[in-house]
């Protein structure tokens, strides 16, 4: 299905010379969906989306026919960049694979960008969420109701701990690599003032943001009483199997 946020509606003015560019780093639910949307609305920070998904970047193909990531590359940026000439995409770690990217080609293709690295402390949530979002395929709140419902699954659960935090390292491993210093966005921060935190990503991509109340829908969190009976009953399963283990 072709995702609404890859049609011409949030398309810029082609021709804008690009002046800057940044790539927000992340793993999945770490709120860098809500960061994105929340940079789109200022009008002032690109399109930041996750361009190097493979179902994504279908959509774009279908649109501009490229056969090359230097051509889908001129191309976002002909259409995704704003009219102060800023570019923003996001992107998985793992998504940099789709195409072949290592620093260097990002550097080449994308101007250089700055990288945000948005992390969530709370592992196991983050963990759950994941689990949860795959399993009812409902990513944001403001997807509807859910059609598919979730079950709980102590080793499905262990497994996305692991794969996140492969995520998240390789993100970490990627930035001392190559001598970057990112500005870091923790989830829990974030959410509690989502204003002040959008701020200072404004500040450090070299945008200041009109003074307008934030969209309350973009900032709904999907967890609920259930996330939290998935914490308690994980906690509760893992200190079990931990018991076992001293008694075996």
């Known amino acids: 299905m072709f995702d609404r946020k890859n049609s011409s509606a949030f398309d810029f003015s082609p021709g804008t010379c690009v002046q800057s560019t940044y790539l927000i780093a992340s793993t999945p639910r770490t709120g860098s969906t809500l960061l994105a949307d929340l940079l789109w609305s200022t009008g002032k920070a690109g399109a930041p989306l996750e361009y190097l998904h493979d179902k994504h970047s279908l959509d774009y193909r279908d649109r501009w026919g490229f056969s090359s990531i230097e051509e889908y590359a001129r191309m976002l940026l002909r259409f995704r ?134 969209d309350e829908t973009a900032s709904m969190k999907m967890a609920n009483a259930e996330t939290e009976e998935w914490v308690d009953r994980f906690l509760a399963e893992r200190s079990g199997n931990h018991r076992q283990r001293q008694v075996g």
């Open 81 to 214: 960049t704003s009219g102060n000439g800023v570019f923003g995409m996001k992107a998985h770690y793992h998504q940099l694979n789709n195409f072949g990217l290592d620093f260097n080609s990002l550097e080449k293709l994308f101007h250089s960008p700055k990288y945000l690295f948005v992390q969530r402390n709370d592992k196991l949530r983050q963990a759950i969420s994941y689990v949860k979002a795959m399993q009812t395929r409902q990513w944001a709140a403001s997807e509807g109701e859910v059609v598919h419902k979730g079950r709980y699954d102590y080793n499905e659960i262990c497994n996305a701990v692991r794969l996140l935090a492969v995520e998240a390292e390789s993100w970490k491993t990627y930035f001392s690599n190559n001598g970057i210093s990112p500005l870091v966005i923790e989830y829990e921060t974030f959410v509690k003032d989502a204003g002040k935190g959008l701020d200072a990503v404004c500040q450090y991509i070299g945008i200041t943001r009109d003074s307008e109340p934030l």
